[in-house]
């Protein structure tokens, strides 16, 4: 964490200021409706580099283009294939992100190198309005360090960059708290290559069946789909049932579901009382963020039922347990 934080202002009269840092090659940390984005001007190679450089991310992880309206698609890259125009009509804005041949305007650093592009139109006012003001597509990944906790809060940027980012705009708490579902519909055939706020299901009512590709510890075809990511900085480690607390885990902590586990665990969070996934999924990284914050031993989490945004929920966390695998 840096010793000094870059400018917060609220979104109500941040906008504007954001904007000119944009259009200025200038990086800017914004709210959308699933996590808080680091972004830059995605026709500008320069800037984009320094996203990669302020995230300590590697190159070979391509960035989500980030765009006003659905209607900005067409005109950046021309015709679409039938299925993906279909999705982009039905889930934009939303947390959907499709995967589209990059147009030659797209400096490669932005796809890292690949044909293809992630683009995607964030469901959250004050984002668009940014985007529109800048008049450029905006690349923006989450903004944290690379392979940390995503951000749902604009604190959760200031602790996570510092003064990496030149300005931060303050929407308030994210609605999703989920990274968008990411969906390549090229050929015809949706396949998931990330799973997100937008469940399978739902691709499955708009459009029939759909395939969901594992994520990959190799090269990514997509943004976020490493087999290790969106880890706290304490182990953690996933779990299929409530496990008491034992005399001696008052130094670990507990992540829940539903309600408290037995035994006095050193620190709790409970994701939805009601079971809710959806509102367990809005309260997961900001829950995993308190639980890092406590100074706890291990982070015991709880898989949730896999259906639905729970099976992004349970993503993330088997991501996130992997990364303490890989490095033990």
């Known amino acids: 964490m840096s ?21 200025s090659g200038g990086l800017v940390a914004f709210p959308t409706e699933t996590v808080y984005g680091l972004g830059a001007n995605a026709l500008d190679a320069r800037a984009a580099a320094r996203i990669f450089e302020a995230k300590a991310r590697p190159s070979f992880d391509p960035l989500i283009t980030h765009l006003a309206d659905v209607a900005d698609l067409t005109a950046l890259v ?30 490669p650093i932005v796809t890292s190198g690949l044909d293809t592009m992630a683009v995607r139109v964030p469901d959250h006012a004050v984002a668009r309005e940014l985007i529109r003001q800048a008049g450029v597509p905006v690349a923006a990944p989450s903004a944290n360090r690379f392979g940390m906790l995503s951000p749902t809060r604009a604190e959760h940027v200031v602790a996570g960059l510092g003064d990496a980012v030149d300005l931060i705009v303050d929407g308030g708490p994210t609605r999703c708290g989920i990274e968008s579902t990411i969906v390549d519909a090229r050929d015809g055939q949706p396949v998931v290559l990330r799973l997100g706020s937008l469940p399978v299901e739902a691709l499955v009512e708009a459009v029939g069946p759909v395939s969901v590709r594992p994520g990959s510890s190799g090269q990514p075809v997509a943004p976020g789909t490493l087999a290790a990511h969106y880890a706290p900085r304490t182990p953690l480690r996933v779990v299929t049932a409530p496990v008491p607390a034992r005399p001696d885990d008052g130094t670990r902590g507990y992540l829940a579901l539903r ?10 969070e409970v994701l939805s009382p009601d079971g809710d996934l959806t509102g367990a999924a809005a309260r997961l990284f900001d829950a995993l963020h308190r639980l890092d914050a406590t100074g706890v031993t291990e982070i015991v989490a709880e898989r949730v039922p896999d259906t639905g945004v729970g099976r992004a929920i349970n993503d993330r966390l088997r991501r996130a347990a992997a990364t303490w695998q890989t490095s033990g």
Do not use: C, H, M, Q
């Open 78 to 107: 021309g015709a679409l294939p039938p299925t993906v125009a279909a999705l982009a009509e039905r889930f934009w804005p939303g947390p959907l992100t499709l995967i589209v041949d990059r147009p030659p305007t797209v400096p």
């Open 259 to 268: 309600e408290a586990p037995e035994g006095a665990y050193g620190a709790v």
């Open 3 to 23: 010793a000094k934080s870059a400018p917060v202002l609220p979104a109500a009269i941040g906008v504007a200021e954001a904007a000119a840092v944009l259009r």
